[in-house]
């Protein structure tokens, strides 16, 4: 019965997890319809089960049993697609995007605050566009900025900086909507998902210009205390912290584990957790949550003893659950619900209500209700890493459970049953860590030997009982000190991580399961064969285009240019995208995972010139590629040319493009066309330096496939190239400057006659590239054209030209945004 239940459950979340993988919604009659003949089946058989038929769960009815799993499953597929349909349907009108609307509702989560303002949730009670309502989505995401902003979508009228504001509070607002748009890369964050996951189906920011109606907070609602007081606590970490300057580091790390604030943590500590595999700690974790529970328990069992007619009416341990599971709970809301937590108290509820009930499950038989309940309550949970590793990790400590023949005795056989949950565990989870991140710890093993205990029996403790006494969380910042020096050292040792290329899930599932196999109570010739298992996994070779071939891939990166540019044995960067803030760019975003990923070493990164859109993610680009030389027309004593020229004592790794420039990678030709050297001498806009490469590939049955890059150049700079008489004939053209208006001339067009070009641009940006007319000039001259914006990450290869792949339409899923151009083209 116990194997039949799990069987069940295990059906429901197959169900959910084939809908997730739907590229578009099917039509709300057909869910409903699948829904009902599954709840009809299900019915007929609990009837037939009630009414004394027990031969259907007889072991020879297999055939019934299937389909009753297969019931389930259309169950959840159905109950997942309605769910999605009831989203869908809350999305912006294409028209009200631009637009200035005066909206008013509720602060409905806490802030978050930065360098260049503060973004908040925002639920919407009221819209009103041109003096009549409207309506746009019930929850939507929200920037306030300040003059130091420079993002793509934001005017330059914005008030000097926002105004504070709480969870709660009631406010009315002139804001600018769009669309949830994210960039979308091979092996990249969905953040569309992630919006669509928090029930966001619109991003906007806050306008409050000399022309636009001031932000009025109009009262204090009370309607969410807990991210009142989840604020309220993370500002007082906040201000205790900002006085003790020595400890700056840990005062973050000390409010993600009281309210779940992770991005408290700035990025370069959170690499040295990742390194060290110890990430898991730096947040609320279901191993917090269940030590939390464990010491309310004990704390209860012990006082509730003491009175015999407490005892009488509730047995001490029942109690003791009860109150551990309430105040579990309680900080699972407090830290933000989060999937860990989630996960965390589906189990110990199960766990306390069958011991309430005086009945014992199997493990396997919980953890699969608490994976089921977790999948009912937030079906798309299934697409993020946290549930898996949160999962796995658990099903394998059970699966590996205690050596019933272990004698060792007392406190030697709690640390070694410590050492050994933690090898269980890294072993286990490794495959999926290098499957989902790229990446192995080396070191985490000896990193989570220290780091559990200290964190969880020490620091999590303080930094809680700092909500009452403040002054812990002073003891909680010192305790935090000593094990951040050893995990900064750790981080710097040369084998602390190991990066790999991104298998396909096929070899992650296997390797899994490898992992798995190696840590279950089994005989060591029966655990070995696990070994094969992981080699298709750590061994990946990620196929590279053969010589005398070549492959672009233009990344996402919204605003911005970013191009690599692969031989048989080398790797070009062209361009490292914008910088989006202070703590994040391009290229710690989305280009160095991306390099990771395809196993990519760079050669030379070329930076076509000094405008932030182009060389924003340069510094981490170079940063994890230190082999790489740098060839750009960027000024001398450049920030990025001294880099590269200490990290290599003088040596000449640094260089100034200009037309004549040429090399040969794998049989592969590069060569720069503009600017000329003379170019450097005069007092030119940086545009009209851009580095032009031409890129050929060896000659196949007598063509010549090839490539131009052109970086921002205008009209001077084009008919500059085609008064030097170089051939500029192209099968692929990147559109010069984004598709401005001052590019992409009649003539240029007619000598390069490209057969395809790309535009990489962001959603919605505040320059209007591509513009209208300057694409209706490469419609005219038949020229097809990819945009960023409806292509995602594109990909062309030498070997198939008349090919361009694009990531929006291989990774499609009914969550992603389809913009209007788009559409059309979908439609055509």
């Known amino acids: 019965m116990n194997a039949w239940l799990s069987c069940m459950l295990m059906s429901f979340v197959v169900g959910t997890a084939l809908q997730l993988q739907s590229p578009h919604l099917l039509d709300t009659t057909v869910y409903g319809s699948l829904m009902s003949l599954a709840l009809l089946s299900l019915g007929a058989a609990g009837y037939l089960s009630l009414r004394g038929i027990s031969r259907l769960c007889a072991a020879k009815f297999w055939l019934v049993r299937a389909c009753l799993m297969a019931c389930t499953a259309l169950l959840a597929f159905g109950l997942t697609g309605l769910r999605a349909h009831l989203i869908q349907i809350q999305q912006l009108q294409p028209q009200l995007e631009g637009q200035n609307l005066r909206v008013t509702g509720l602060v409905a989560a806490m802030p978050q605050f930065h360098d260049a303002g503060v973004r908040f949730v925002f639920e919407v009670e009221q819209a009103v566009f041109q003096g009549r309502p409207v309506a746009i989505p019930p929850k939507i995401l929200l920037g306030w900025y300040g003059g130091s902003w420079t993002g793509p979508e934001v005017l330059s009228d914005l008030q000097p900086g926002p105004m504070a504001i709480q969870a709660g509070e009631r406010w009315q607002f002139t804001v600018r909507l769009k669309a949830p748009h994210g960039n979308l890369n091979p092996h990249g964050f969905d953040y569309e998902l992630w919006l669509w996951e928090q029930g966001i189906q619109a991003t906007g920011y806050v306008r409050a210009g000399a022309q636009d109606a001031a932000p009025r907070r109009i009262d204090n609602t009370w309607l969410h205390p807990v991210e009142w007081a989840r604020q309220q606590v993370r500002d007082a970490v906040s201000k205790r912290g900002q006085q003790e300057r020595g400890q700056q580091d840990t005062w973050g790390v000390v409010a993600a584990l009281v309210v779940g604030d992770q991005r408290a943590i700035d990025h370069a500590q959170w690499e040295v957790f990742r390194i060290t595999g110890v990430a898991h700690l730096m947040s609320i974790s279901g191993l917090h949550i269940t030590m939390l529970a464990w010491l309310a328990a004990a704390l209860v069992r012990v006082c509730w003893r003491t009175s015999s007619r407490l005892c009488l009416w509730i047995p001490a341990p029942v109690a003791a659950a009860w109150v551990g599971l309430v105040v579990a709970t309680a900080y699972a809301l407090f830290s933000g619900w989060g999937l860990p937590a989630q996960r965390t108290i589906c189990m110990l509820s199960t766990w306390t209500l069958l011991h309430h009930l005086g009945r014992r499950w199997p493990w396997s038989v919980q953890w699969m209700l608490a994976c089921a309940v977790v999948v009912a309550w937030d079906p798309w949970a299934l697409m993020q890493a946290g549930f898996w590793l949160s999962f796995v990790a658990v099903g394998v400590l059970f699966a590996a459970g205690p050596n019933p023949t272990e004698q060792t005795p007392g406190p030697l056989r709690h640390l070694k049953n410590l050492f050994k949950e933690q090898w269980v565990v890294t072993l286990a989870l490794t495959p999926l860590t290098l499957l989902l991140f790229g990446q192995v710890s080396w070191v985490g093993l000896l990193a989570n030997l220290v780091a559990i205990p200290w964190v969880t029996l020490l620091v999590t403790p303080l930094s809680l009982l700092g909500m009452v006494v403040p002054l812990c969380w002073d003891a909680a910042a010192w305790a935090l000190q000593g094990l951040l020096f050893l995990l900064h050292h750790m981080a710097l040792w040369s084998w602390a991580v190991s990066f790999l290329p991104q298998a396909p899930w096929w070899a992650g599932a296997l390797g899994l399961g490898g992992g798995a196999l190696l840590v279950l109570n089994l005989p ?79 050669n030379r990164l070329v930076l076509s010139h000094r405008d932030a859109d182009h060389v924003g993610g340069a510094l981490a680009v170079l940063k994890a590629h230190p082999q790489a030389d740098l060839v750009s027309s960027l000024e001398d004593g450049h920030e990025l040319t001294r880099v590269v020229q200490s990290r290599n004592s003088g040596a000449n790794t640094s260089e100034r493009c200009e037309a004549g420039q040429q090399w040969v990678w794998d049989e592969v030709h590069f060569e720069f066309l503009h600017p000329q050297a003379q170019d450097y001498g005069q007092s030119l806009k940086s545009n009209a330096l851009s580095c032009v490469l031409l890129i050929s ?34 099968h692929l053209l990147l559109v010069p400057h984004h598709g401005s208006k001052t590019s992409s001339s009649r003539a240029f067009l007619e000598a390069v006659q490209p057969e395809q070009a790309f535009v990489q641009a962001g959603y919605r940006n505040r320059f209007g590239h591509p513009r209208p007319d300057v694409m209706m000039r490469y419609e005219t001259q038949g020229i097809r054209v990819y945009q960023s914006v409806w292509c995602g990450a594109s990909t062309w290869r030498s070997v198939t030209p008349a090919l361009m792949q694009c990531a929006r339409d291989e990774q499609r899923r009914y969550w992603h945004h389809v913009s209007p151009i788009e559409s059309r083209d979908i439609d055509k």
């Open 524 to 602: 060591w010739c029966m655990r070995l064969a696990g070994v094969p298992m992981l080699m298709p996994l750590f061994f990946w070779y990620v196929p590279t285009p053969a010589p005398g071939q070549f492959e672009v891939l233009a990344a996402d990166v919204g605003q911005g240019t970013a191009v690599l540019v692969r031989t048989s044995k080398h790797a070009l960067l062209y361009d490292a995208g914008p910088r989006y803030s202070k703590e994040s760019d391009a290229g710690h975003r989305i280009l160095v995972p991306l390099l990771r990923a395809l196993d990519v070493k760079l």
């Open 697 to 730: 590939a060896a000659p196949v049955n007598g063509q010549v496939r090839t490539v131009l890059l052109t970086g921002d150049i205008e009209r001077t700079e084009e008919k500059s190239l085609l008064q030097s008489g170089a051939s500029l004939q192209s």
